[in-house]
């Protein structure tokens, strides 16, 4: 039950800071919000790798790991939903390249590392450093197709219950990580003999996170109806895919 408390409340904290630092552009910008979620990636390498706790003496997975991944989408729906396609677009590659930029240095690190006996705790760092460069990479495209999937379900479920936001959301987030899980450990663990275990456990830890953070965030919006005035005409395909469509301004 601690696994569970700790996890809600780290839960809460992120949710929290992603509408916080959202509620405060007019005041700084949403160059924060782009800031945190970029800094998060990080955290979710070395917790994937390391942090496991089990749920309901059922389903093993990395809290921390699974609220960042989560958490990103959700910071993605955010933007999709009251701000322009340039901004999304900005969002989704700025992750993207934060992440390949993460294995970039992560694997000069490890070389400094390496390199000689001068490093402190050398034997940890390495450890954390030397991650499997085929499984980010997958994670990486997979994080990059969640993210264009993620705004056409959303899109859809918004445009046939305009008011019922929990829906939206729950529905757009856990339709994406439901399939990123599956196709992840498809891929790079259908022969392993805990295949099955490993991936319940995953789409578990999701589904959990994005029903604690549906109802945060629709509790955020009906408590906030102007944000709803506000709201941006409803987008059609051609309008989402100008988020891979260079050509284009991306203005709404």
Avoid: W
Avoid at 66 to 92: D, Y
Avoid at 124 to 139: H, Q, S, V, Y
Avoid at 217 to 236: C, G, H, M, W
């Amino acid at each position: 039950m601690d696994s569970f408390i700790y996890l809600l409340l780290e839960t809460l904290i992120v949710g929290l800071m992603i509408l916080g630092l959202y509620a405060s552009k007019k005041h700084f910008g949403i160059g924060l919000l782009f800031i945190f979620i970029g800094t998060m990636q990080f955290f979710q390498t070395i917790l994937s790798g390391n942090v496991y706790n089990l749920y309901f003496d059922l389903f093993l997975f990395s809290p921390g790991s699974t609220l960042v991944f989560i958490s990103t989408l959700f910071a993605v729906l955010l933007i999709f939903r009251n701000e322009s396609i340039i901004k999304v677009r900005s969002v989704i590659y700025g992750i993207i390249l934060s992440n390949l930029v993460l294995v970039f240095l992560s694997y000069i690190s490890l070389e400094q590392i390496l390199s000689d006996n001068y490093s402190r705790n050398s034997t940890f760092l390495a450890e954390i450093f030397n991650f499997d460069i085929t499984l980010f990479l997958t994670g990486i495209v997979l994080l990059y197709l969640d993210m264009i999937l993620i705004v056409f379900v959303f899109r859809y479920l918004e445009s046939k219950f305009p008011k019922n936001y929990f829906l939206q959301f729950a529905g757009a987030t856990i339709t994406t990580a439901v399939l990123d899980s599956l196709l992840f450990y498809t891929l790079n663990f259908y022969s392993a003999l805990n295949y099955s275990e490993m991936m319940i456990g995953n789409i578990a830890g999701k589904v959990l996170v994005c029903l604690v953070l549906s109802t945060l965030f629709t509790f955020y919006f009906v408590i906030n109806p102007q944000r709803e005035s506000n709201k941006r005409k409803a987008l059609q395909v051609k309008d989402i895919l100008m988020i891979i469509n260079f050509t284009t301004s991306g203005k709404r």
